[in-house]
């Protein structure tokens, strides 16, 4: 465990962060988004983006900024059915302003529900086609009068701005570590909520650390922010050799991982054999066209080494997207233990390298320096004799700390920390890190 | 399903003109093989070939050729206990003529029977050693009496020809895709009546066909009649790029694909990944040296990439080479699936193709065009959504809708016909075809 | 089975020696070793190597000589309570000469037991750190009085030799089959009398062979002495194409074959193969850097192909390093087999080879050359014809006998035997043999 990450009490750290963020309405654009990026600079010096509607990235174009201030269903007595004040998810996200009175059949066309989860809001939105909804529970809907309701959504869509934020960590190096949590998804708790505030917790706890690698944090609305970012930036897109989008990291599910399109990059290598160490049992899943931010980062025009890590499988637990995915479902120790991980990987990234014995004919005489147990003939030998004959045997300029890790099937902060112990006694030398192959360093600038 | 290629009734015609070659008495050469050939020339324009005895073909020479008019065994009574016109199974296939008494030892040395299935007669040859026999079921032959047997065999083997029989339908390329049935077995159904038969309705399907390949269909006796072409055929045997041995398809089993010599050559894929997507369940084994004439296109001085594709597999069951294997055995329905699974192979070898996304970076926007739900938030996406994305993802000029159809886990018809949607929006263009690497086209001959 | 190799008393005169070898006190240096390659010596033309203690081999140094006479523990009764006449077990190896009264509380600091085995006496060592100790059954110990012991050890710690032993079976060419068993273990019989054994009769045997490659025999301890050898033989080592380190080969287990560094050399697949054909169940492992001198061998600066051959796996039995490893413990037909293991192992080296197929456009014509049956339509072909017809297929050039043999999945001895009849016949020619890529042969010097 890296001291300089972790925290004792991180957990209760990024949940507050968590629940702040929580009650925000957000969307692909709009103050809720400002709102979120204002709470994160509490902690962090964001860098915020705004892009005007209609700006051209790719082959997508800003759309119009959406604000909402409030909804509401009234039925013929005037009881509010359904008000946006008690949940932003009541209200389709980017529906048109309107105020209209309608029968149920009508009303009917514009509700969505869940007929198998009968108590749970959906959370739906139109952001690229023009419509008004409302979302709600389905025992609620059939309970329903035939009698004419009262719609009324006071948002507005017009010309304005998609807003995202940035931090960029600078390390000895100007390859980068990308960290990416989406930020348009209103009062959903794992769904980003989680993602944000540990990301925010994670870039303050780095700013004291020197890095061998940059590491750049980005909040952005999903697919089109990331788009925006994207079509903003080519000209640093070669810098990222290590990327993962975070999200859903809140709940007690998984850990989950989707490999980046390239399959086994050193990300996927990184964060696999971390997952598979983390005592927890987890979800190895290949790279498919679907999901988070990952299918941008990963489309065949980049195809960065940038994968997805959760804790349950995104569409695969009954509260995806619904009112389900509040703060209960959330909570302190997983939300540290989701930290951890990402700690763990950084730690691997930052300090796996290529060593070679200098002793390479033979085994060199560890007992003579105290390396090796004195009396011999037992069966069993101990973990940390099995890493130091791993690594001199392994060391041989062709594997790295993580080949020897994966192949010993150890930890790869137990390889690590014994690789240390062998240079100090001159067994190791380090021969290449991949920092050596890498942009000019920053202090060269 | 390519509905130029499969008909409705294409199953019943199959099967008819399967019955129809069924009484005839063929061998590796003689006039059952000749006659044989006359029916499938009813079909489509079948060019016959007449090699004479003598001929050496590689190290094979083509042996006399064997006809047969009448045969049987009286016993002292003068009743026939086996009659040539009851089942062309009972003579031992090339059996020189005889007419003699014999005592029952002496009649037993030239009986095959099938202890295990006592009720069968067996289906024997002995071209290359002169000899002759009987074959008959076990029970029967139990019942003989020690007694006097009048044995007769009114066959002829002489100078001759060795006869076979090829179509070509010319594509666009002089590449080709190489069928071959057997057609050496006399009353067995399903091996291999069902195969000439099923080869034949597809040659004639396909006459007014448009295709990227040339297909050439042979129809031949097995090893002498395939060693025959190849020794006859060298200098066009480049030309094909892909070959299938069809036999034994009108029963209920398998499928049951044999690899070619490759073991993944496109053929192989193409094969395994119709049968995958055939709602049945496959049977995919390597290539092993004993078979069908896959042994002879699979020789080390020619590994072509021809695979064996059948219903149940050879030699596994227990109607294989006994009378069982009758009309019985093979059914209409069987016999369509086994085309389908073909035509679908034909299909994917035709309109494979390696295409490009024209707007590599990030997702292109399939809303604005009509591709993608209005409404976003739901928790599953469609099959033609995934495959939609699945195809742009990795359209980079790397991969082959064969290719993206494996890795999608998505049939091919669905990869393909998606991506000419997105080909007709634009967003794709055809990179490359295999056909472009070929020969000289048949039209600027 | 190859005939010259294999006798039928191998089991018997190899316990014999077993026997003869177990009660000799063996260290890593000493008289013990010496007596031991004298009887070794009876047998085959032994070179004996004695290295001066203080000589340096890479990063290690020779030790001091190590013999010892005799050692007791006596009570206040001047009862034996233990005594090495008796076991030379008991006794930690390389005890520094010792006499004194001692408490039971400081006499505990120097015993040795094995509480989950209470009635064994373990084996233990302390080569490089000056020390004495006792080893003794957990029972005995338990049941020792409150009272003043006499303890008494008298042996030797003095400035001479490490002695190895080496036999050399010249073959055509100087390419190099390494044999190597550690000689350092005092009475136990698996771990390693039954290797000392074994490879004493293979050694023997092989003496008026000719054979392809050369066989070089290395009795030495372990670790310092395979360290020693390779030390001094530097210029050597590029020989060694093929090596096995040989222990505890008289046991019921097993048997289990370590894997050298490379994983897949030649003499990983050729015990692979052999092992798998064996009619026992195999355990096959990966190579880890915890052992034998394979640990030496496969070191990053030789990363010789050197595997470790055993019948149970070191350390995972209970008898492993304690008292119950004695003579019940091996049995004569457990050391033949494992004898004819290695057997088969060097028949496949030696005999494997490249062929041609002198017919590789389609099958020969194996009737007529009386290696077909005559009579056609069975569904069952023979091994010996499916041997052919692979061999056949695959001898393009590019595959081994052992090829064929994996793919074929049929004993590497029918391979090479219908091999040899194909050659005869005129079918097959050697193309090129591994012995043909190596050093200048001896005959040429």
Known sequence: MNEQLVTENIGDEIFA???????????ITGDGVR???????????????????GTGVFDWTIPREWNIRDAYIKNERGEKIIDFAHSNLHVMSYSVPVRRFVSLAEL??????LPDQPDLVPYRTSYYAESWGFCMAHRRFESLQDETYEVFIDSSLKDGFLTYGEYLHKGDTKDEFLLSAHVCHPSLANDN???????????????????????????????????????????????????LVISMVGDSGGPTYKRSRRGNAKIDRAVVHVLRHSGLT??????????????QYCSPGFNLPVGLLQRSRFGQIPQYHTSADNLDFIRADHLAQSYCMIADTIDLIENDAVYCNTMPKCEPQLGKRGLYAAVGGDKHTSAANMAMLWILNLSDGMNSLLDIAERADLPFRVICSVARQLQQHGLLKCCATEAAESDALYAAQ
């Open 108 to 113: 009917q066309k514009h509700i969505y529900t």
């Open 282 to 295: 987890p979800t190895i899943i290949n790279f498919f066209p679907y999901g988070y931010d990952e299918r």
């Open 17 to 27: 962060l968590a629940a702040k963020l929580y009650p925000i309405c957000r969307s």
């Open 193 to 243: 909520c989680s993602g944000m505030a540990l990301l925010t917790h994670l870039a303050k706890q780095m700013a004291n650390m020197r890095t061998r690698y940059s590491y750049r944090f980005l909040f952005a609305p999903g697919t089109i922010g990331a788009i925006t970012w994207l079509a903003r930036n080519e000209d640093k897109i070669e810098r990222i050799k290590y990327g």
């Open 35 to 53: 709102e979120t990026l204002r709470e994160i600079s509490a902690h962090i010096k964001l860098e915020t983006h705004e892009v005007p509607t």
